[in-house]
């Protein structure tokens, strides 16, 4: 059989012994991707993971909405962080807007962020349960989230797309007695997550199954330049709310959690600890922030910006560091929106994480790089 | 189309019911009742206990239990009732049913779910109707490139080797559709044959993920087969006898599991594994590898293999009960037959029926079937168990335990027995 390719292109040869595995983007343990796998036995001699099937021109759409209007579409890459996704692109609009934002809605922001760093959290790792086959550990987040759910429902009113975070503050005031019930979730909540341990985290055989696969070293971790859990999993003491405080982050004491093993263990638990230090900042911030006030600044209908500037802010999201980078031309659109991903960042170790790993472990790594595939194309 | 009701109403469903209904009458009325009063000119009737046997006379035997008990006393003798009812299929099938619906409760009240609710009522009982009828229903698709005969016969080989094994468990004394001397070394031969058909189904299928699905079964059911016989050995050793009928009867004082508990245990973890239950799920690994030698069955298919699938759990949980809980030996529970109604008949008012072949079953049959029933739930449960508290492990995980932990603790398990054969406690003037 002879082929007359086109100049340029040749067949690539393949050893006998090689199968080629696409997994995705229709495979239960892909996401919205493809991963192609060629393993030797049991053994995956290369990976390449082919993202991009949830393109959305996100940055583009920002070129023609102005301020306001971008909100509630710069949260679609990661529906339930929403407000961590939105948060960098807010603080660089109030700086090109020149808004000084109340004390009380710094604190709001603060909450509202937190809590959807657990939901978020929750939700990855149901996936990572239900990805090693540990259905209790898909239910069991998946239930526990609705506590934090409902309290973002009360407070910004919708479930999961919130767009509660607008230059110059926060769209409502936290509703009446709203105090009370947010600690006393929080409290019942942090109880529960730590019952998680017996059944997933402490279990034997997820231990053997996860210790020691996927080995990310700390150099490694720096030179692809993962960020969150990841990097912090691999040894490097590196959370934005403390290295590059932004709100209030600066007032409050936030621990830094940080694991040395680099494995798909270390990975997983990494966010469990987070998610205790969130309930942790969240009681703080309950407990400083000023009862009463106001918590947004009033815009104009059409705001302008005042010339050609850029401004890069980056906040700590549940997966890493999320930066928003905005360039202005004194329009009421902006000119042009650019975010960084952190997913994306994660993404790029794990090509060199599943060489020389069993199929067995694939779907265990390539959860374990807290990875969110509509962010990584937003 | 292959939609069983696109637009389902119950008065039109009805409607169609009394509809057949009155075609049937009306059928057996104009042609059946005539071609009957024809053909009854023609034949000269039997006569029997100095009655001519006219159809009045037969139908009114129907209701005569002193007439139709031993009718049905001789059918439940036969083997075909043996096979389709009561040790052998049907009762596997309703406890595999059992089985399902207290697997689908029993995770969702541990992991804050209510599980099926709305079919049927009462706790979504009718669930598994419902999935039946959604399976049967569905169109099966067929790879194009596919090994037909052989994707096509491998489902129904599954059921046919489940159903074998089944056919090897006694329920109760003298209960049992296949009691043969070599019992054990044919359950032995029966659980062979699930590699085999398991490696048929995906290599038929043409498939990448179904094939290394089909590998990675064949390793895991023939790497724990060994650790399996092994693990019954030291039972075989301690009654002298390979059949399943007397290793069950040996137990009537003291059921094996209490000398030899590290047999049991072995035993345990491989029937998890030969069954691929979590946490050995690894040939049906969702998220690895679609659904395993699973992956290209559709419709009716996959139902029959997960038929198959929980007939095996079933014949697994009562080949344990067998082996090590001591089969149907329980305390008596069930109370005897009334024995005013033998000897005196069941007064009903004026009339005082005397029915001759009552009892039909036996007290010693029926405590024993409680007893098995009991157990083998109670077995079923905890094989149930691990599927909501572990995760998945991986093959070489999994080979590493059954070729040198469970191998190991096999032949620990044969010391043992072979210490209580010669030191006295068994055996001969020993405890039993």
Same mark, same amino acid.
């Given at each position: 059989m002879t082929f007359n390719l086109p100049p340029g292109l040749a067949l690539q040869k393949v050893d006998e012994r090689i199968m080629t595995l696409n #997994?995705?983007?229709? @495979?239960?343990?892909? &996401?919205h991707m493809r991963i192609i796998v060629q393993i030797d036995g049991d053994y995956i001699v290369a990976c390449d993971p082919d993202p991009g099937y949830v393109h959305r021109g996100e940055e583009k759409m920002a070129e023609y909405r102005n301020y306001i209007t971008n909100i509630p579409h710069l949260e679609r890459p990661v529906i339930h962080d929403s407000c961590n996704v939105l948060y960098p692109y807010v603080l660089g609009a109030e700086e090109l807007l020149g808004i000084e934002v109340p004390e009380r809605a710094k604190y709001v922001r603060v909450i509202a962020s937190e809590l959807n760093r657990c939901i978020y959290i929750m939700y990855w790792l149901a996936i990572y349960g239900i990805f090693l086959g540990h259905s209790t550990m898909f239910m069991w987040p998946a239930g526990d989230r609705e506590l934090l759910i409902d309290l973002m429902e009360k407070m910004?009113?919708?479930? #999961?797309?919130?767009? @509660?975070?607008?230059? &110059?503050?926060?769209?409502n005031d936290l509703p009446p007695n709203f105090e009370d019930v947010c600690l006393r979730q929080v409290n019942y909540f942090e109880k529960r997550i730590k019952e998680y341990a017996a059944v997933f985290y402490d279990n034997p055989i997820l231990i053997s199954r996860t210790r020691d696969t996927g080995i990310l070293s700390r150099q490694d971790a720096i030179r692809y330049g993962t960020t969150g859990s990841v990097l912090r999993a691999s040894g490097v003491d590196y959370d934005l709310r403390v290295k590059?405080?932004?709100?209030v982050y600066d007032e409050l004491d936030v621990h830094t959690n940080v694991m040395k093993e680099g494995d798909s263990y270390a990975r997983s638990r990494i966010p469990w600890l987070d998610m205790m230090e969130s309930c942790n900042i969240i009681r703080q911030a309950l407990q400083k922030m000023p009862k009463s006030g106001s918590v947004r600044v009033k815009l104009k209908p059409n705001p302008k910006t005042k010339g050609l500037e850029s401004v890069y802010k980056r906040v700590e999201s549940g997966r890493g560091s999320l930066g928003c980078y905005i360039v202005s031309d004194a329009k009421t659109e902006p000119y042009r929106v650019k975010l960084s991903v952190p997913s994306f960042r994660n993404l790029i170790a794990l090509p060199n994480l599943l060489k020389g790993e069993k199929l067995g472990n694939m779907p265990s790594v390539y959860w374990s790089l807290n990875y969110w595939p509509v962010e990584a194309d937003r | 189309m292959s939609v069983i009701a696109p637009n389902f109403k119950l008065s039109e469903f009805i409607k169609s019911l009394l509809d057949n209904v009155f075609w049937i009458i009306f059928i057996v009325v104009l042609i059946g009742i005539p071609a009957i009063m024809m053909i009854l000119f023609v034949i000269e009737m039997p006569v029997i206990d100095g009655e001519l046997l006219t159809p009045f006379l037969a139908l009114t035997w129907i209701a005569d239990p002193s007439r139709i008990l031993p009718i049905v006393k001789a059918f439940m003798a036969t083997d075909i009732f043996r096979v389709m009812a009561f040790p052998g299929f049907g009762f596997a099938a309703l406890l595999a049913a059992g089985t399902i619906f207290i697997e689908r409760k029993m995770l969702a009240k541990l992991q804050l779910r209510v599980g099926p609710f709305y079919c049927g009522k009462f706790e979504g009982i009718l669930q598994l109707m419902g999935d039946g009828l959604k399976l049967i229903s569905k169109e099966i698709i067929i790879p194009a490139?596919?090994?037909k005969p052989i994707f096509w016969a491998a489902p129904v080989l599954f059921v046919a080797a489940a159903a074998a094994f089944v056919a090897f468990i006694p329920v109760a004394p003298g209960w049992v559709v296949a009691d043969v001397d070599m019992g054990l070394l044919g359950v032995f031969a029966v659980i062979g044959f699930f590699p085999i058909i398991t490696i048929l189904s995906a290599w038929s299928a043409n498939s990448k993920f179904p094939f290394i699905g089909g590998i990675r079964a064949l390793f895991q059911m023939v790497s724990f087969e060994i650790p399996l016989i092994l693990s019954l050995l030291g039972v075989v050793m301690l009654t002298g006898s390979l059949n399943l009928s007397e290793i069950a009867a040996s137990q009537s004082s003291f059921p094996w599991i209490v000398f030899l508990p590290v047999g049991a245990i072995v035993f345990f973890i491989t029937m998890l594994a030969e069954l691929e239950r979590?946490?050995?799920d690894l040939p049906e690994a969702e998220s690895e590898?679609?659904?395993?030698?699973?992956?290209e069955l559709s419709g009716m298919m996959y139902g029959l293999v997960q038929l198959g699938t929980y007939l095996k759990l079933y014949a697994f949980a009562a080949l344990f009960v067998v082996v090590f809980l001591g089969g149907w030996n329980g305390p008596m529970v069930v109370p005897p037959f009334p024995a005013e109604i033998l000897e005196k008949g069941i007064e009903l008012g004026p009339v005082t029926a005397n029915i001759p072949g009552l009892p039909l079953f036996t007290q010693d049959m029926l405590n024993g079937t409680l007893w098995f029933v009991l157990k083998t739930v109670g077995v079923i449960f905890f094989i149930l168990l691990p599927r909501g508290v572990f995760p998945r492990i991986r093959v070489d995980m999994l080979l590493s335990l059954g070729w040198t932990k469970l191998i190991g603790l096999a032949f620990v398990n044969i010391f043992i027995a072979l210490g209580l054969l010669y030191a006295g406690v068994l055996g001969p003037g020993g405890l039993q």
């Open positions: #997994v995705g983007p229709q @495979h239960p343990g892909s &996401g910004t009113g919708a479930r #999961v797309t919130h767009a @509660h975070f607008v230059p &110059g503050g926060v769209r590059e405080p932004y709100d | 490139k596919a090994d979590i946490p050995f590898i679609v659904a395993g030698w699973l992956t």
